[in-house]
C-alpha cells in the first residue's frame, strides 16, 4: 500500500492535502461497509467500521501514527467527549438514591476487573508497572460501542440502561485514576496522602470545566430552543473548546465532558433529545473515531509473543466483569440472567482504551511500546468481538425492538412489515424475549 499512496502522491496535488483525500476515501468505504454488514447479516454497523480500519492498517494505511498526536490526539479526544457528554447526560444521580446497589455493582465490577487482568500478566511473569498499567485500561468499557449496538438494535430495557451507566461510571474511574497515575509514576515510592493527591486534582479540575460547561449550556437552554440547529452548534463549539482546555489545566477532556452531561442532566432532569444536526456531526465523528483506533491498533507491532498476554487479559477482563455485576446483583432490580448479558454487554474495549494508553506511552518512553503491544491487540480484538457480544446478549435478553418486530403475533399471525434490513442477525433466539 505505501507504494500505491508514493505513486498517488505524485501526481495528484489535493488543496487540502493527500491525507484528507485519503480519510475521506477511507471512511466512505467504511460507511458503506458498516451499512452492508448491518442489512446483510444483522451485526452493528461499528464492527464494518472497525474491519476497514483494521484492514487499512495492517495494508500499510499511512494516515494515521502511533503514538497518537497533534490533529489525530484531538479529534479522538473531542469523540470521546461528545459520545461521554450524551452517556453522562442519561445518568440520574437520584436514580443511585433509590437503587444503591448499581454502584456497588459499578465498583465490584470495575476493581475485579483491575485486579483479575494485574494478576494474570503477573502470572506471566509480566513487570507491575506494565501490569497495572494494562489493568487500569482494561476497567474501562466502551461507551461509544455500546451506544452505536443499542441505536443499531433499537434495544431498550433494564440490561441496556444497566450495561450503558456501568460502562459510563467504568470510564470515569479509569479516566481520574489513570490521569492521576502517568501524573506521578515516574517520582519513585510515595505516601498515601502523594498517591491521592493527584486523584483530586484531576477529579477537581475536570469537575470545575465540566461544571463552567454545564452552566453554559444551561443558560443558553433558557433562551434557545433544544430543537435549534444554533444549539448544536454551540454545543459543539463549547465541548471543543473543553476539550482543549480541560488538559491544559490539569484535568481531562473526556472526564470533564462525562462530569458535565451528569451536571446538566441534574439541572435540566426534563429529557432532551439531540437535534438531527448534532445527530449527523456525532455520528461522522464516532465514525472517523472507530476506523482510527482500528487503524492505529492494527498498525501496532504484532508480536506472537504476545498472544498468550493478549488472550489472558481479554478472558481475565470478560470474567471479572461478569462475575463482578452478578456478584453484586442482590437487590438491584435486575434477576441473575439479566445480570450476566449486562456483564457480557459491557465487554467492548474501543477509543477510551486507546486514549488511556497513549497517555502511558507519552508518559513512559521506555516502558510504553510494552504496553502498547498488550494493549492495542486487545483493543482492536475487543472493539470488533465486543460489539458482537454486546449484540447477542441484548437480542438474548429480549431488549431488541427489532427482535420483537420480528417475532410473530399471538395466534400465528405473521409478523410486522419491516424495512429492508430491519431484522434480528441469525444468533437471536426467536421468541426469547425474557432475561
Not at 165 to 179: C, E, I, M, P
Not at 277 to 293: N, R, T
Not at 297 to 308: E, L, S
Amino acid at each position: 500500500m505505501n507504494e500505491i499512496m508514493a505513486v498517488w502522491a505524485e501526481w495528484i496535488r489535493p488543496s487540502a492535502g493527500l491525507p484528507t483525500v485519503q480519510w475521506s476515501i477511507l471512511m466512505a468505504v467504511a460507511a458503506a461497509a458498516g451499512h452492508l454488514l448491518q442489512r446483510h447479516v444483522g451485526l452493528p454497523k461499528v464492527v464494518g467500521y472497525s474491519l476497514v480500519g483494521a484492514l487499512a492498517g495492517l495494508g500499510g494505511f499511512t494516515g494515521a501514527v502511533w503514538p497518537l498526536q497533534g490533529t489525530a490526539l484531538f479529534l479522538l479526544e473531542l469523540g470521546v467527549s461528545v459520545v461521554l457528554f450524551e452517556a453522562g447526560g442519561r445518568i440520574s444521580l437520584r436514580w443511585f438514591r433509590h437503587n444503591p446497589m448499581v454502584l456497588l455493582q459499578s465498583v465490584a465490577e470495575s476493581t475485579l476487573t483491575a485486579l483479575l487482568v494485574y494478576y494474570a500478566l503477573r502470572w506471566f511473569d509480566v513487570r507491575p508497572v506494565v501490569a497495572e498499567a494494562v489493568a487500569l485500561v482494561a476497567m474501562a468499557a466502551s461507551p461509544a460501542v455500546l451506544s452505536r449496538v443499542i441505536m443499531d438494535t433499537r434495544a431498550s430495557g433494564p440490561v441496556t440502561e444497566r450495561a450503558m451507566v456501568l460502562a459510563t461510571l467504568s470510564t470515569l474511574y479509569a479516566f481520574t485514576l489513570v490521569s492521576a497515575r502517568t501524573g506521578v509514576i515516574n517520582r519513585g515510592e510515595q505516601s498515601m496522602t502523594e498517591t491521592l493527591f493527584p486523584v483530586l486534582v484531576v477529579l477537581g479540575v475536570s469537575f470545575v470545566v465540566g461544571a463552567f460547561l454545564a452552566l453554559a449550556l444551561r443558560m443558553a437552554l433558557r433562551v434557545m430552543s433544544p430543537t435549534s440547529e444554533n444549539t448544536s452548534m454551540l454545543l459543539i463549539s463549547l465541548l471543543t473548546a473543553a476539550t482543549a482546555l480541560a488538559a491544559h489545566f490539569g484535568g481531562s477532556a473526556p472526564l470533564a465532558a462525562l462530569l458535565c452531561g451528569m451536571l446538566l442532566k441534574q439541572l435540566n432532569p426534563r429529557p432532551w433529545t439531540w437535534p438531527r444536526q448534532l445527530g449527523i456531526a456525532a455520528s461522522m465523528l464516532m465514525l472517523l473515531m472507530f476506523v482510527l483506533v482500528s487503524v492505529v491498533a492494527a498498525k501496532a507491532d504484532w508480536n506472537p509473543a504476545v498472544a498468550g498476554l493478549v488472550g489472558a487479559v481479554v478472558l481475565a477482563r470478560a470474567a471479572a466483569k461478569i462475575i463482578g455485576v452478578s456478584a453484586a446483583n442482590w437487590g438491584s432490580g435486575t434477576n441473575w440472567k439479566q445480570a450476566i448479558y449486562t456483564g457480557c454487554a459491557m465487554s467492548p474495549m474501543s477509543s477510551v482504551a486507546l486514549l488511556l494508553v497513549s497517555q502511558f506511552v507519552a508518559t513512559l518512553p521506555e516502558l510504553g511500546p510494552r504496553i502498547a503491544s498488550i494493549a492495542l491487540p486487545a483493543i482492536l480484538l475487543m472493539e470488533v468481538v465486543g460489539a458482537i457480544i454486546t449484540t447477542f446478549a441484548i437480542y438474548r435478553a429480549g431488549e431488541s425492538s427489532r427482535q420483537r418486530a420480528a417475532e410473530p403475533l399471538p395466534g400465528g399471525s405473521p409478523p410486522t412489515v419491516q424495512a429492508p434490513g430491519a431484522f434480528a442477525p441469525p444468533f437471536a433466539a426467536p421468541g426469547d424475549t425474557r432475561g
